[in-house]
């Protein structure tokens, strides 16, 4: 649809919230207000910042920075151990706070929302009002620490571009009159789904800029991805709306769930990593029953810090800590299951079988996935009934982990480790409410 076809109207607002998760904090502390905050997995200098307040971003403090590196830029730096649920909750109270303006109608991740507008809503100045109002309602509803930045455009795609040209507190719309000449200033790595390597392959076929990617045709842009997300980025880009711009997957479409964690100073031995992963195990076992699921596989992997020598002896990977690191990990498929003990049996015997060389002493990483995931209404019962019921134990464990905590009720070998591993920041998952926990 070409865009002089269409009327110059917004059909999407995409809201981004600024810096959130070291917003939140800000919000919860006044007393960090107007400094560097900088929010982390884990009191660990090897570790990285997940979030940093703008404070911090301005001193050159970003997603990704190493907390030991971070210190050195600002010793005065305020570091915060990440909190999921008290992040979850913000969530749920600023999707609450849009609500009162224009309903949400998808939410890509936990510090996102997008509305669709409709009918005269879609005039530019209604929309901008919307806009204001939701900015408003975010911050006389949920906090004074909290800002957003809202992209106004005709798709979803273009709202979301938008929602990141200008940042904190930004309003920016993007017209169909306007396109695609508006968006020819950004860089490649600023549409989404284009990271490093997507750039990279990019400039290996002479498109380096963003002008140059406007130029091509419809089939030059099919050619350039070989595949038809080629042609809906074609349509994208000028403003058209083609009913698949960034839709969520739906749930029959899940193929896996699972959790992983950097392990904690005193869980980096063979004994800690176990029970850690025992308790991620746990989690993802409680999580597949709620989500009304049976996996059909299991998967762990495992990472080990080097000392110098031995990396300089092995070909290594390095972590995004710095850690130069070794890796294992392992699969295994049964016949499906979702009862905690029956997955705890296969995680064992994985477990058993991990390298025990010098090189694989030090383990810093854990992560349990559980795959080939069957929706319930679609699995096939056994012929012959659990003679230990297991699946009534998992049923009776349920009932009080949802009532008192997810940790309430365990197995004893992730008893070390009940306190580790908690809920971590979810960036592209929504965090769901299981009883009085987020998972």
Not at 38 to 46: G, H, L, Q, S
Not at 103 to 123: F, K, N, W, Y
Not at 219 to 228: A, C, E, F, K, T
Not at 326 to 347: I, K, N, Y
Request: glycine share 8%; hydrophobic share 40%.
């Amino acid at each position: 649809m070409a865009a002089d076809l269409q009327s110059d109207r917004f059909g999407f607002l995409h809201i981004d919230l600024n810096s959130f998760f070291a917003s939140v904090e800000q919000q919860l502390h006044p007393e960090y207000r107007g400094r560097p905050v900088a929010v982390v997995p884990t009191m660990a200098d090897t570790t990285c910042c997940i979030a940093a307040s703008y404070e911090a971003k301005a001193l050159g403090i970003k997603t990704g920075t190493q907390v030991g590196e971070a210190k050195k830029i600002c010793p005065e730096i305020v570091l915060i151990e990440g909190n999921h649920t008290e992040y979850a909750q913000y969530s749920k109270a600023v999707a609450d706070a849009v609500d009162l303006v224009c309903p949400v109608a998808h939410t890509p991740s936990i510090d996102e929302m997008v509305c669709q507008l409709i009918g005269r809503e879609q005039e530019p100045p209604r929309a901008r009002r919307i806009a204001l109002d939701i900015k408003e309602s975010i911050y006389t509803k949920v906090g004074v620490a909290l800002r957003c930045s809202i992209g106004m455009a005709p798709n979803r795609y273009l709202a979301k571009i938008a929602s990141d040209m200008q940042k904190p507190d930004g309003l920016i719309g993007l017209l169909p009159s306007q396109l695609p000449r508006a968006i020819a200033h950004l860089e490649l790595r600023d549409l989404p789904g284009v990271g490093a390597r997507t750039e990279a392959r990019l400039n290996r076929k002479g498109i380096r800029t963003m002008e140059q990617l406007l130029a091509l045709d419809r089939n030059g842009m099919h050619q350039l991805w070989d595949s038809v997300w080629g042609d809906r980025l074609y349509h994208w880009l000028r403003g058209a709306a083609t009913g698949d711009d960034g839709a969520p997957i739906p749930t029959d479409m899940q193929k896996s769930l699972g959790h992983s964690h950097v392990l904690g100073p005193e869980h980096r031995t063979q004994q800690g990593s176990w029970a850690v992963a025992h308790k991620l195990l746990h989690k993802a076992a409680m999580r597949l029953r709620m989500e009304k699921f049976y996996a059909g596989s299991l998967a762990v992997t495992i990472r080990y810090a080097l000392t110098r020598e031995q990396a300089e002896r092995m070909k290594t990977k390095q972590h995004f800590s710095g850690l130069k690191h070794a890796g294992w990990g392992m699969e295994a498929r049964f016949r499906a299951c979702q009862d905690t003990l029956s997955l705890l049996e296969v995680l064992r015997k994985l477990w058993s079988q991990r390298p025990q060389d010098a090189e694989f002493q030090r383990p810093f990483f854990v992560g349990v996935t559980l795959r080939g995931l069957i929706p319930e209404n679609e699995y096939q019962a056994e012929l012959f009934e659990d003679e230990h019921n297991r699946a009534g134990l998992s049923a009776t464990m349920d009932k009080l982990n949802l009532k008192y905590g997810h940790s309430t009720l365990h197995f004893a070998g992730m008893l070390p480790a009940r306190e580790s591993a908690p809920t971590r920041i979810a960036f592209t998952q929504i965090p769901v409410r299981y009883g009085v926990d987020y998972m």
